[in-house]
């Protein structure tokens, strides 16, 4: 019922920054948590940004001083500002949100967008 979809990823040089957006669509009541994650090729997926379920932030220690995540919840967007991006960097990029009805949990991920890092 829930889409994420991603976009604004691309290839930049180190130092480099870019914005990603995250637009929910279809049937939902509400996000109690969204967060950005990444993936780099043959690494495990790691959170990266997160809205916490008490409306705090949270970032992994790698991306702190850099990455900043903010939400318009009128048009249920989610963006992540990347800034100062070094070659590590480099992964696909996706959205998460967890839905709670009831006592039950919805955790949704988009379909990712590249991010390179390159010089």
């Known amino acids: 019922q829930v889409q994420l979809v991603e976009s604004g990823g691309g290839l930049v040089q180190p130092g480099g920054s870019l914005r990603l957006s995250c637009a929910a669509s279809?049937?939902?009541?509400?996000?109690?948590?969204m967060g950005w994650g990444r993936q780099a090729p043959g690494k495990q997926r790691e959170l990266v940004a997160t809205?916490?379920?008490?409306?705090?932030?949270a970032y992994a220690e790698s991306v702190k001083g850099r990455f900043t995540i903010s939400r318009d919840n009128a048009k249920n967007t989610v963006y992540l500002q990347l800034n100062s991006l070094k070659p590590e960097d480099t992964a696909v990029y996706y959205c998460n949100a967890i839905e709670l009805v009831g006592s039950t949990s919805y955790n949704y991920w988009g379909q990712g967008t590249q991010v390179t890092v390159s010089s």
């Open positions: 809205f916490t379920s008490d409306g705090n932030t």
């Open positions: 279809g049937t939902f009541f509400t996000f109690n948590r």
